[in-house]
């Protein structure tokens, strides 16, 4: 296993924080739920809580700064303020905050990530 720090690495993406606002149809795991299951998801999802499996998301998912993810999570497009453990498929961009913390395999078209975030697995960019 392979451990990932963001200093490590350099973005050469033009995407910004601006481009992760969530749309009027949101799905959100409050911070008082815990979920434990196979979650799919239509709609962009908002974590602030935990859920326990898989994620399958059609559209974004954020993970927010005390939300948990604890299973593989398919999505379009991710942001990364908390903690993933599992592996990680973005069809799309992945953003990692300074306090993301990714245990698990990543995978996405672009990447950015901002000093702090650790990835502790393999990382693959691009398609």
Do not use: P, Y
């Not at 961009?93 to 502790?120: K, N, P």
Request: glycine share 12%.
């Amino acid at each position: 296993m392979t451990t990932t720090k963001s200093s490590q690495l350099k973005s050469s993406t033009g995407f910004n924080n601006a481009d992760w606002t969530l749309g009027d149809s949101t799905c959100v795991i409050t911070s008082d739920t815990f979920f434990k299951g196979s979650f799919t998801c239509d709609t962009d999802l908002r974590v602030d809580g935990r859920i326990l499996g898989e994620v399958d998301a059609s559209k974004r998912v954020v993970v927010g700064d005390d939300g948990v993810i604890e299973g593989d999570v398919k999505a379009n497009h991710m942001v990364v303020q908390g903690d993933v453990k599992g592996n990680i498929l973005v069809q799309g961009d992945l953003f990692l905050s300074a306090s993301a913390r990714v245990v698990g395999d990543v995978q996405a078209s672009q990447i950015q990530m901002e000093e702090g975030a650790i990835i502790e697995g393999v990382l693959k960019i691009g398609e």
